[in-house]
């Protein structure tokens, strides 16, 4: 029995499945299932699969998409605002500006507003550029139903994503003038830095404290962020790369607190997302895999 098909595609197996769920352990999760369904194949059944990057992606798809309508049921029970597991993610990954952009937590957050299906279709056609009859043959579906799903997707996507068009220099630049706004309680840095219609999105999961809704503008943000610097002092703040993107890990009080993925244009953050559910930072300790 050969392991070195899945083996060869594993990060691909990954990136896929956790683009259509958002999370870390969903996605392991199939990818185990993936690899359970191809050793169950033995070696003759492995040796007659013609293409098998093909037929894995073809299995990891129908099993994401089945995990994906049992946890979009469970979300909905969810407390406060639901947001993608942050990746902890290698400079490479920025470098591919496709891929950087279909993995971004404003991305996923955007996914997360499809239908199952329409999601499945929309990564699969979009991110992987997968043929029509494959996804019809993954989803069950004829190539013309999957056509139509993957333009309604398209248009809902496009109407939603925030674009950041900025180079990683000026991400870096604009996320550390955050940043030592943020600790020194620079009230003025902060403005300067926030575009005036800034949305910010906190996930705490009801663990961690958070706002409860996405809340905008940085006239009503800034003064509140400015308070951080007293309740802490001490406070230690990291630059990182998540999900294809500076961001930034925050650390209070002396432990990994919070995960700030930025959005920026123009010189300015335009979107936050502030993951601090403790169960969505445990996958941070090693940089993710990912690939097309």
Request: charged share 25%; proline share 6%; no cysteine.
């Amino acid at each position: 029995m050969s392991e070195e098909p899945f083996i060869a595609h594993r990060s691909l197996l990954f990136t896929v499945a956790y683009e259509m769920l958002g999370s870390v352990a969903d996605a392991e999760d199939v990818v185990q299932e993936t690899w359970l369904r191809w050793a169950a194949l033995g070696e003759d059944g492995q040796d007659e699969v013609r293409d098998p990057r093909a037929f894995l992606v073809r299995i990891v798809s129908r099993l994401a998409l089945n995990r994906l309508r049992t946890v979009s049921r469970q979300r909905e029970d969810y407390v406060g605002e639901w947001l993608p597991e942050p990746l902890l993610t290698s400079p490479d990954v920025a470098e591919d500006v496709e891929l950087a952009e279909s993995v971004s937590i404003a991305m996923l957050a955007v996914l997360e507003t499809l239908l199952p299906t329409e999601r499945a279709v929309f990564v699969l056609r979009e991110v992987f550029d997968v043929p029509y009859d494959e996804i019809a043959a993954a989803l069950d579906k004829s190539p013309a139903a999957v056509r139509q799903v993957a333009t309604r997707a398209r248009k809902h996507v496009a109407a939603r994503r925030p674009r950041m068009s900025v180079s990683r220099t000026e991400q870096q630049e604009v996320v550390e003038r955050f940043l030592t706004a943020l600790t020194t309680g620079d009230l003025p840095g902060l403005l300067e830095v926030l575009a005036p219609d800034v949305l910010v999105v906190g996930d705490g999961g009801g663990l961690a404290p958070t706002a409860p809704k996405p809340v905008r503008g940085a006239s009503k943000l800034a003064p509140v962020m400015v308070t951080f610097a007293e309740l802490a002092p001490d406070a230690q703040t990291i630059v990182l790369d998540l999900n294809g993107a500076v961001a930034a890990r925050l650390d209070p009080g002396g432990e990994y607190d919070t995960a700030m993925y930025f959005v920026v244009d123009a010189g300015r953050i335009t979107h936050i997302y502030g993951i601090r559910n403790p169960h969505k930072l445990e996958a941070l300790g090693e940089v993710a895999q990912l690939r097309r």
